[in-house]
C-alpha cells in the first residue's frame, strides 16, 4: 500500500523534517505504509551531497534582495531549483521489503532511480509529452530544437536500512528564468524547460496530481490511498505517518 498526500505549497525545512520524522518512524516500526508526499516549495536552491558552491551564481546578497532559499541536504546531486509551479515528489519508501518481495537479495538504488523516472514518463505521456532518459544523466528529458532539456530532476538518499526520501521535481509550469541563476545539476551544456513549454496548452501542478499517483501505481505495482485535497501545514507540525 501506498498513502500519497498533496501538501500544498510547504517550506522547504518543514517538508525536510517531515521526510525525516517519517523515515525515523520506519525505522522504528519496520511495517508502516510506504508514503508519498506531492508538494510545491516556494523559491529555493539546494545543493546535494556533490554540490558546488560555483554552480550557485548570485551572491549572498543577491539572494536575499530576491527572495530565495538556499540548503545544503543529505540527497545525492549537485545543485537544483524548487519554486512554484514545480511538482515535487518525496517517497518514503521501504526499500527493503518493495525489493525483497520483487525477488532482490537487496535494494537496488539504480533500479529504484529508473522507476521514479518511468513514473514521471508515464504520467507525461498522458498529457501527449514525450518524454526519455538520457544516458550518462539522472532525471527526465525531452527533445527541443536545441537538444535535450531536463524536465523533471531527481536526486534521492537511501538510509542504510533501506528507506527512502527526497524524490523528484516535475517542471509543470516554473518560472524557468530562476534556473538561469544556477547551473542545474552542474551541468551547462545542457537547459532545462517544463510542461507549459513543450506541451499544448498551460498546466498546474494540480493537474499532475492524479497521473502521477497512478504512474506510481502501474510503476511499482502497488496499491494505492491518495488523498488529493490540499493538506494545511504549519511550523512545528509533526508527521505521524
Known amino acids: 500500500m501506498l498513502d500519497v498526500t498533496w501538501l500544498g505549497q ?7 523534517e517531515m521526510q525525516k520524522t ?6 522504528a516500526t519496520s511495517d508502516l505504509t510506504d508514503i508519498l508526499f506531492l508538494l510545491e516549495h516556494p523559491p529555493t536552491y539546494t545543493l546535494g551531497r556533490s554540490g558546488k558552491l560555483d554552480n550557485l551564481l548570485l551572491t549572498d546578497t543577491e539572494l536575499d534582495e530576491q527572495g530565495f532559499c538556499v540548503r545544503w541536504v543529505d540527497r545525492g546531486g549537485d545543485i537544483t531549483y524548487h519554486g512554484p509551479g514545480q511538482l515535487v515528489g518525496y517517497p518514503i519508501f521501504n526499500l527493503q521489503r518493495y525489493f525483497h518481495k520483487n525477488g532482490f537479495d537487496r535494494p537496488d538504488l539504480h533500479k529504484y532511480l529508473r522507476n521514479l ?12 509529452i514525450n518524454s526519455r532518459r538520457f544516458d550518462g544523466y539522472t532525471g527526465v528529458w525531452v527533445d527541443t530544437p536545441g537538444g535535450p532539456e531536463k524536465i523533471a530532476a ?67 505495482k502497488v496499491a494505492v490511498n491518495a488523498r488529493l485535497e490540499q493538506i494545511k501545514t504549519r511550523q512545528g507540525d509533526k508527521m505521524t505517518g
Open 22 to 27: 517519517a523515515v525515523s518512524h520506519r525505522h
Open 117 to 128: 523516472e518511468a513514473v514521471i514518463m508515464h504520467a507525461l505521456a498522458g498529457f501527449g
Open 10 to 16: 510547504v517550506e522547504y525545512d518543514v517538508a525536510w
Open 154 to 220: 531527481i536526486g534521492v538518499k537511501v538510509s542504510g536500512s533501506g528507506i527512502s526520501s527526497h524524490g523528484f521535481a516535475l517542471n509543470v509550469n516554473p518560472d524557468l528564468l530562476h534556473f538561469e541563476n544556477i547551473i542545474p545539476c552542474g551541468i551547462k551544456e545542457h537547459g532545462v524547460t517544463s510542461m507549459a513549454v513543450v506541451g499544448e496548452r498551460p498546466f498546474t501542478t494540480t493537474d499532475l496530481l492524479q497521473p502521477i499517483t497512478d504512474a506510481f501505481q502501474t510503476v511499482f
